[in-house]
Antibody
């Protein structure tokens, strides 16, 4: 059974930084691109970014709203995905989900609250 | 920018009755490989999203066959043949042909 477990969420002040992690099990992690998707409270879903697999040179894509502030990385040896979030804004407040296998698998999400 | 438009946004349905959700894209979702990357997701209250359908009409493992997807180009539909209580939640279409991948606004299905 595939499991994706996010961690690292919490309360941070505007302008601050946070690093989210996603631990994968039950899947050959290195075979897949991985995505981060967020959901602001009471709102819909937004794709934050994607990192491709080694065979696609670990290339990344970002939503315009986070480009230049967020960085996605992965460590295939640890079956782990990361989201480094810098210069956080109040509008980044959301539940952040990691997703794999072309969004066929989702974690439970981790809440990030940006507030003073 | 590409826009995904779902309708209706609210869908009250009687148990056992069919339901249908429309999703329209402002651009063709046919990719250069000939495939169309249009998925449907269900989000039950308090849960993570779950993919139901990928590439227009392919059901994910474990998804009941009362769920079906159809369409082509820019117009797509999710149908539930007979709504059950466990189907309550928000349904999203999403295109993954163009980056950034875009979700529709969501359709809230409730039992009448």
């Amino acid at each position: 059974e595939v499991q994706l477990v996010e961690s690292g969420g919490g309360l941070v002040q505007p302008g601050g930084s946070l690093r989210l992690s996603c631990a994968a099990s039950g899947v050959t992690f290195s075979d897949y691109s991985m995505d981060w998707v967020r959901q602001a409270p009471g709102k819909g879903l937004e794709c934050v970014g994607r990192i491709r697999k080694k065979g696609s040179y670990y290339t990344t894509e970002y939503a315009a709203s986070v480009k230049g502030r967020f960085t996605i990385s992965r460590d295939d040896s640890k079956n782990s995905l990361y989201l480094q979030m810098n210069s956080l804004r109040t509008e980044d407040t959301a539940v952040y989900y990691c997703a794999g296998r072309w969004l066929g698998d989702w974690g439970q999400g981790t809440l990030v609250t940006v507030s003073s | 920018d590409l826009v995904m438009t779902q309708s209706p946004l609210s869908l009250p349905v009687t148990l056992g009755q069919p339901a249908s959700i429309s999703c329209r894209s402002s651009q063709s979702l046919v990719y250069s490989d000939g495939n169309t990357y249009l998925d449907w997701f269900q989000q039950r209250p308090g849960q993570s999203p779950r993919r139901l359908i990928y590439q227009i009409s392919n059901r994910d493992s474990g998804v009941p066959d009362r769920f079906s997807g159809s369409g082509s180009g820019t117009d797509f539909t999710l149908k539930i043949s007979r709504v059950e209580a466990e189907d309550v939640g928000v349904y999203y279409c999403m295109e993954s042909t163009h980056w950034p991948y875009i979700f529709g606004q969501g359709t809230k299905l409730e039992i009448k």
